[in-house]
Structures are given as C-alpha cells and as structure tokens.
Nanobody
Framework: VQLQASGGGSAQTGGSLRLSCAAS????????IGWFRQVSGKEREGVSC????????HYLESVKGRFTISRYVDNSVFYLQMNSLKPEDTAVYYC??????????????????WGKGTQVTVSS
C-alpha cells in the first residue's frame, strides 16, 4: 500500500489549493481516509476525515466551511480542497488511510497508512 500526496505549494491569504492523495494497493471504498497537518514544533492535528462505510465527514473546527474532503473510488484518489486560506493554515499536510475511522481521532498516531507530507504555505 502506498499513499502519495501532492498539490501543496504557496498561496496568498484568501487563495485556494487542492491537495491530492493517490492510493495504490487499497480500495478507497473499503477504507476511511483523511488529512492531517503539522507545524514544526507543534503536535500533528487532524484536519478532516471521511468514513469508508458511510461517507460521513468530520472537519477541524477552524477549517469548517473552507475545506472539503472528497474521494473518487474508481481513480483511487482523494482530495482536500482548501479555500479562503489563512496564514495559520501553513503546515505540512499528510494524507492517511485506515480501515477504522475511529483511529482518525487526536493526532492519528495509530493510523495504518500514511503518505509523505506536502508543504502548504499561506502568506498574508
């Protein structure tokens, strides 16, 4: 199983970026998926996740209404659309997958599969 994150980069405040995570070796309709982010020196935090069983979604309070998680099972890709970006969204973003959506709580330390991070930098 491999997860490959891409789409990070630089944006100005109010701008948009879309992160992608290409999955190989697993079916996205059989796994829950999600995104985390980490700022250097701070604990990793969960940004959003989607249940593999019922497509239920969850968002970090500070990104609600601005970020949207989605997936395309046939293409084995899931996304994080980030709109109205703020400087505080600057972080390294990681994608993750696990058969158990409950493991997406907290810093996701127990999650089974992780992609390498992609840097998002938002300037004011």
């Amino acid at each position: 199983v491999q997860l490959q994150a891409s789409g990070g980069g630089s944006a100005q405040t109010g701008g948009s970026l879309r992160l992608s995570c290409a999955a190989s070796g697993l079916r996205l309709d059989q796994y829950s998926i999600g995104w985390f982010r980490q700022v250097s020196g701070k604990e990793r935090e969960g940004v959003s996740c989607m249940s593999g069983s019922d497509d239920g979604t969850h968002y970090l309070e500070s990104v609600k209404g601005r970020f949207t998680i989605s997936r395309y099972v046939d293409n084995s890709v899931f996304y994080l659309q980030m709109n109205s970006l703020k400087p505080e969204d600057t972080a390294v973003y990681y994608c993750a997958a696990d058969a158990n959506v409950g493991r997406f709580r907290g810093n996701g330390g127990g999650l089974e599969y992780w992609g390498k991070g992609t840097q998002v930098t938002v300037s004011s």
